[in-house]
């Protein structure tokens, strides 16, 4: 899905692959691949929402939402625009990035390339089942610039663009309309935007989707300049792989969060980061920012309902 440059990528991962042993804080993620599943899980998993397939004109936009994506990342690639702070000497970093809920390191922050993070902050779900308004807050609110500490909309307003009330929960399509809505008119939205459910699928046919999300992350952060909504369970009883907000295993129907950051090129590996805000502080979870490795999203989401809006 990505190309890249056979003489910078070496120089590329050397760099950051050092920087990650040597900074333990951001060790809080498990270097494997997840965990071993418990031999019996306490109760039953919930029913998850009725998720209806894509209508040929949904497919048609999917289509060419991802046709752009990659034509963005050729044009990317080819320049070398994302290797630019290679040359770094001076850090002028801040701690604003976490790893696992932990401030990374300045130096690191200001030194890994490429990179592309955009300007968050995370809210609490105000209800058990508000993930979904709470991460169309974080969407709207970056989408509109507002200041910090403050929200455009309320979640009930979200909530009721999206129908959560209604389902008790947020399907793809509803996570869809309610960004339509309190994004639209927005100065951070781009001319012409349209919010568009995907499923995330191998499109190579490598056996992976990491690297098809990795590159859908990356068009949209560093080109469109917006964040992702994604669909996981959580921290599910039965799976290898859990949201590092989530410690505690915990059986859920879904839980939404917002995708607005990426570091490194994906190898095929736990290397690549995918880093987003979590809101579920008082329904087992935690609130704020958090990293995992693209890989483990990719499961995540393969194991959920295999879709995203972006």
Request: include cysteine.
């Amino acid at each position: 899905m990505v190309r890249r440059h056979s003489t910078l990528i070496p120089v590329v991962l050397a760099v950051l692959m050092t920087a990650l042993s040597a900074v333990p804080a951001l060790g809080a993620k498990p270097s494997q691949p997840g965990r071993p599943a418990p031999s019996s899980p306490p109760t039953s998993p919930p029913p998850a929402l009725e998720e209806p397939p894509l209508t040929p004109e949904q497919e048609a936009a999917s289509a060419a939402k991802i046709a752009a994506a990659e034509a963005y990342l050729s044009t990317v690639d080819a320049d070398g625009l994302e290797l630019s702070s290679l040359n770094c000497v001076t850090p002028t970093g801040t701690t604003d990035l976490t790893a696992g809920g932990v401030s990374a390191d300045a130096t690191i922050d200001a030194c890994w390339v490429p990179q592309g993070f955009l300007s968050v902050e995370a809210r609490d779900q105000l209800t058990d089942i508000y993930c979904a308004p709470a991460v169309g807050q974080v969407i709207s609110n970056y989408s509109w610039a507002v200041a910090s500490g403050t929200n455009k909309f309320k979640q009930s307003q979200i909530a009721y663009w999206m129908l959560t009330d209604a389902n008790q929960g947020t399907s793809a399509p509803y996570v869809e309309i309610g960004l339509e809505k309190s994004t639209a008119g927005s100065p951070r939205r781009p001319a012409g935007w349209d919010w568009i459910v995907s499923y995330l699928r191998d499109l190579n046919g490598n056996g992976d989707t990491g690297d098809e999300l990795h590159s859908y992350l990356r068009s949209n952060v560093s080109g469109s300049r917006m964040p992702m909504a994604i669909p996981v369970k959580p921290h599910d009883p039965t799976s290898r792989y859990y949201l590092s907000s989530w410690p505690k295993a915990v059986w859920s129907p879904g839980h939404w969060i917002a995708a607005y950051g990426w570091v490194g090129y994906y190898t095929g590996s736990e290397y690549a980061r995918l880093y987003y805000t979590d809101s579920s502080r008082n329904q087992g979870g935690s609130t704020g920012k958090f990293w995992d490795p693209t890989q483990h999203i990719a499961r995540l989401i393969g194991e959920h309902t295999g879709r995203f809006v972006w």
